[in-house]
């Protein structure tokens, strides 16, 4: 999977509508849809969209699960940080970002600097059915993945609601339905999102 895909403005006549005018940092939960409502909303509004997972996995040829094996947590939060900032400096677009990554406060300022974070809010019951049958979450890989879910969205919340942005997710919402409750969010800073 490469980190960045790029989609044509003609793809959707939607995406005609408005500009995006900074980077919209995905941030919180695994789960809680930053690769997948990210994906379809670079492309609802013809940007770039950027992974900092998969920048990682490109450029160390490993998973993500490997790479904390390996090396360590904070090994790769490291290298996480370094390409937060390589993906921030480039075209404005939509970054899907790791877990942790917003826990960093540097982070926090590099991606307050750049762009913009907004927090794509789930609560745990919807993100424990999003990732209870996936093998490739190395921090749920304990005796009880339930409670380490939960344990983690608790001490990471406070990070999360720092961002800027808030978009709540609900279980009901198709991906579709979701980009749209981001662009209405999106609106609400012309810094971020204008009307063309």
Sequence with gaps: MRATKFFDRQEG?????????????????????KTAVGTALARRLGVPFLDSDAAIVEA?????????????EAFFRARESEVLARLLE???????TGG????????RELIHRKGVALWLKADTELLWNRVK?????????TADPRATLED??????????LAELTALAQ???SIAEMVEVVVDVLK???DVLASV
């Design 188 to 190: 609400q800073r012309e």
């Design 100 to 107: 942790g990554a917003y826990l960093s406060a540097a982070n």
């Design 60 to 72: 160390a040829n490993m998973s993500i699960a490997e790479i904390f094996e390996r090396d360590g």
């Design 171 to 173: 279980p009901e919402y």
């Design 90 to 96: 480039g075209r404005v677009g939509i970054l899907s």
């Design 133 to 141: 049958h996936k093998s490739t979450r190395p921090l749920l890989r």
């Design 13 to 33: 006549a939607k995406g005609l509508a408005e500009r995006l005018k900074k980077t919209v940092a995905l941030v919180g939960m695994m789960g809680s849809g």
């Design 152 to 161: 983690l969205v608790a001490r990471r919340e406070p990070s999360y609601a």
